[in-house]
């Protein structure tokens, strides 16, 4: 497993990753050219590294970048404000909860004191959401708790067992803007705990990148896999027919929202033992 010092020298002097401005140009001019292999692949995998190690650095060479996306999203479409505080990543990220739903269903039963778990709280915006707007009890967990009262991963990037003991006593289990940065391993770990932690009927909200086709060239490998790319770190793009497969497995999926640039965003419940 690799840690701080290592991870910093492979991504400041080996990808040349040194800051914001250096990472911007590389997204530009670098990653178009290059494809995924299995070395670059394997080289920061969250599987190989301390995944609190590698976004403690990140976060001390990048900013807000590695919480709300400020390079990459304008890629895809101008933001509607400069990202220069954590309040401003916190209305960014809020809206991509809200474009998605997910506030509306943490709303449905407002006025119930109903267990939450958030899965990668960033600087706060949903916690900040359901703390106001519901009678909920919140809980976060973060690979880098970046504000107070949430709960640390693993080094592997999963949940504690602190967090583990509460099995079936949650109503909602919420994971916004993060599974695209977990490995498939990762993830269905995460399947399985969210589905272990809920009570009967609870329902586990997430959204992430699926590989629908429409992926860049330069993000495909040899096998035909679509790959993610954060500073230099590849993460599996699932394709639906896989993903919809291992997550119907465990949940009903109830809603799947689909956005133009393939983020899926799923609401799915855990089901009630049958009667029969």
């Given at each position: 497993m690799k840690h701080a010092a290592e991870i910093r020298k492979i991504l400041t002097q080996d990808l040349g990753l040194r800051d914001l401005a250096a990472y911007k140009k590389w997204i530009v001019e670098v990653r178009p050219t290059i494809k995924p292999?299995?070395?670059?692949i394997e080289l920061l995998s969250?599987?190989?590294?301390?995944?609190?190690?590698?976004?403690?650095?990140?976060?001390?060479?990048?900013?807000?970048d590695p919480v709300c996306n400020l390079v990459v999203e304008?890629?895809?479409?101008?933001l509607p404000f400069a990202i220069e505080t954590d309040m401003d990543a916190n209305r960014m990220n809020l809206r991509l909860a809200k474009s998605f739903g997910i506030t509306a269903f943490l709303e449905e039963n407002a006025h119930d004191r109903l267990k939450t778990l958030e899965v990668g709280p960033g600087f706060g915006s949903l916690k900040n959401f359901i703390e106001t707007h519901t009678r909920?009890?919140?809980?976060?967990?973060?690979?880098?708790?970046?504000?107070?009262?949430?709960?640390?991963?693993?080094?592997?990037?999963?949940?504690p067992e602190s967090v583990l003991r509460q099995a079936g006593t949650f109503a909602y289990v919420v994971a916004t803007n993060v599974f695209q940065h977990l490995s498939a391993r990762q993830r269905s770990t995460y399947y399985k705990d969210a589905h272990a932690l809920l009570l009967d009927g609870g329902l586990f909200i997430f959204n992430t990148l699926?590989?629908?086709?429409?992926?860049?060239?330069?993000?495909?490998?040899?096998?035909?896999?679509?790959?993610?790319?954060?500073?230099?770190q590849y993460t599996l793009v699932p394709r639906p027919a896989d993903l919809y497969g291992?997550?119907?497995?465990?949940?009903?999926?109830?809603?799947v929202t689909q956005r133009y640039d393939g983020v899926f965003n799923f609401v799915?419940?855990?089901?009630?033992?049958?009667?029969?």
């Open positions: 292999t299995p070395e670059r969250p599987d190989n590294v301390d995944c609190t190690d590698f976004w403690k650095v990140c976060d001390e060479l990048f900013g807000h304008p890629q895809v479409g101008r909920h009890v919140y809980t976060g967990v973060d690979v880098v708790p970046r504000i107070p009262g949430v709960v640390q991963t693993t080094a592997r990037g999963t949940l699926v590989n629908t086709g429409k992926l860049p060239p330069h993000t495909i490998d040899a096998q035909g896999d679509g790959w993610c790319d954060h500073y230099g291992e997550v119907a497995s465990l949940f009903d999926i109830l809603y799915c419940q855990k089901r009630e033992p049958s009667s029969g």
